[in-house]
C-alpha cells in the first residue's frame, strides 16, 4: 500500500487536487476535516466536540484525528493506498501515524506539500466562502487563526518529514488550478 500525505496550509489547493491524484493513483482520498464536517452534520457526540473548536479556528484533539485515521486503515480495503489530506498537522499526529504504520508493517511513501503565500490563503478562503458555505471560511478571524495554528503547529512538519527525505514541495501559487495540477502529478510521478 502507498500512504502519501498532502500538506498545506489552509486554502493551499489540498482538496482541488486531492481528488484527481486519488483517481490517477488509486487511492482513497481521506480529509480529516471533511470527516470532521459529516460528524458535525450528524450531529454526533464526536461532532458536537468538534463543533465549537473548528468554529473558533483550533484544532481538534491529536487522539480524535488519529482514531479517525486507524478507523479508515482498518475498514478501507479496495484501493492501492490512502492520499491523507489534513492531516497530520501536529509532531503528536506525525509521531501516531508512524507507529501506526510501523505496526502494520507499513510506511510512509512521500509527502506532497502545496505551498501558496498567506495573502493568497485570505483570498482562496474568502472566495471559497461564498461556494461550500463553510461556517469557518466566512470569517476574517477565524481564518487568522487557522493560519496562525498552521505556522505554529503544523509548520514544525516540514523539518520532520524533511529530515526523513519523505518531502516534496510544489508551488501552489502562481499558476491555475490546471498549471498546479500539471507540477503536482510531474513530482507524484516520481515519488
Ligand atoms: P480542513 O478541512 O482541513 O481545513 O479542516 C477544518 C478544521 O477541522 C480545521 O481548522 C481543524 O479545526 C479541524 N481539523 C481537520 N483536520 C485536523 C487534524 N488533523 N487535527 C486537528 N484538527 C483538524
Do not use: C, W
Amino acid at each position: 500500500m502507498k500512504y502519501y500525505l498532502l500538506f498545506g496550509p489552509p486554502g493551499a489547493g489540498k482538496g482541488t487536487h486531492a481528488t484527481v491524484l486519488a483517481q490517477r493513483y488509486n487511492l482513497k482520498h481521506i480529509s480529516t476535516g471533511a470527516l470532521l464536517r459529516a460528524e458535525i452534520a450528524a450531529g454526533t457526540p464526536l461532532g458536537k466536540q468538534a463543533e465549537a473548536l473548528i468554529a473558533d479556528g483550533r484544532l481538534v484533539p491529536d487522539e480524535v484525528v488519529v482514531a479517525m485515521i486507524e478507523n479508515a486503515f482498518d475498514t478501507i480495503k479496495d484501493v492501492d493506498g490512502f492520499l491523507l489530506d489534513g492531516f497530520p498537522r501536529t509532531i503528536p499526529q506525525a509521531e501516531a501515524l508512524d507507529s501506526l504504520l510501523q505496526r502494520r508493517g507499513e510506511k510512509l511513501t512521500g509527502v506532497i506539500s502545496l505551498m501558496i503565500p498567506d495573502e493568497e490563503i485570505y483570498r482562496r478562503i474568502q472566495g471559497r466562502a461564498l461556494v461550500d458555505g463553510r461556517a469557518d471560511d466566512a470569517d476574517e478571524e477565524i481564518i487568522s487563526h487557522r493560519i496562525q495554528t498552521y505556522h505554529t503547529q503544523t509548520e514544525p512538519l516540514i523539518l520532520y518529514y524533511r529530515n526523513r527525505g519523505l518531502y516534496h514541495e510544489i508551488k501552489g501559487y502562481p499558476g491555475s488550478i490546471e498549471d498546479v495540477r500539471k507540477r503536482v502529478i510531474a513530482v507524484v510521478d516520481t515519488i
